[in-house]
């Protein structure tokens, strides 16, 4: 299985909704991301676990609360977003954080969540 | 803050054709160097990683790394009308011994048009 599977696949959503983005995968990768990406414009990297830990917070707003219950879950909670955090939020993981010149550090990217935010 | 540019496109290139997409960064001690190709509405999937100077071939797509530049291309041969896609240069942070952070900078992109 080398897939990321991310839901739901699209999500609209009010500025006083709660929320949440989905993440898994079975692989065996330490290392699991979030990035945004708006329409014409690069990922922009959101956070990284490295073993379940949280080891980047780029400096998210906290109505974005990211978690990772286990190896293989990232969830991303959305609470009193704004209609600018309309996105395609996208899931990566690798095996690992920390080799500077090895295939482990080889992002794997999800299909993406597409969040419409009204 | 760590810069990736990229040729702002878009490059339009007849089939059959060499497509060349450049990328320049600014951290010198990055060491894994990767394109992505996106298409519309889909995400980021990898076409090639690369972490030691010079070329590295898979198929139809070389690689060429110039540390010493700062400078990372990705050449595509027999340019195929599928190959119509934002193509992402993305470099890995790393410290002065070369660990990684985790932190993927992504260029700009560019955009590839190859037409029948």
């Known amino acids: 299985d080398t897939e990321v599977t991310q839901t739901p696949k699209h999500l609209v959503m009010g500025m006083t909704n709660k929320k949440s983005l989905k993440c898994e995968q079975h692989?065996?990768?330490?290392?699991m991301y979030w990035y945004k990406q708006k329409a014409k414009k690069p990922p922009e990297l959101m956070f990284v676990?490295?073993?379940?830990?949280?080891?980047i917070n780029e400096s998210v707003p906290s109505r974005f609360s990211p978690e990772c219950p286990n190896s293989s879950l990232l969830n991303l909670h959305l609470h009193a977003l704004q209609p600018e955090d309309s996105a395609l939020y996208l899931c990566?993981?690798?095996?690992?954080?920390?080799?500077?010149?090895?295939?482990?550090?080889?992002?794997?990217f999800g299909a993406g969540s597409r969040l419409t935010v009204l | 803050q760590k810069e990736v540019e990229q040729n702002s496109g878009p490059l339009s290139v007849p089939e059959g054709a060499i497509a060349s997409l450049n990328c320049t960064y600014s951290?010198?001690?990055?060491?894994?160097f990767f394109w992505y190709r996106q298409y519309s509405g889909k995400s980021p999937e990898l076409i090639m990683s690369?972490?030691?100077?010079g070329d590295k071939e898979d198929g139809r797509f070389t690689a060429q790394l110039n540390k010493a530049s700062q400078y990372v291309s990705l050449l595509i041969r027999d340019s195929q009308p599928s190959d119509s896609a934002t193509y992402l240069c993305?470099?890995?942070?790393?410290?002065?011994?070369?660990?990684?952070?985790?932190?993927?900078?992504f260029g700009q992109g560019t955009i590839l048009t190859v037409h029948p």
């Open positions: 993305a470099v890995n942070e790393a410290n002065a011994g070369g660990t990684s952070y985790g932190k993927l900078t």
């Open positions: 951290d010198r001690v990055s060491q894994s």
């Open positions: 690369i972490y030691s100077n």
């Open positions: 692989m065996g990768h330490r290392a």
């Open positions: 990566a993981s690798s095996q690992e954080v920390g080799r500077g010149r090895s295939g482990a550090n080889v992002l794997t």
């Open positions: 676990y490295s073993y379940e830990k949280l080891s």
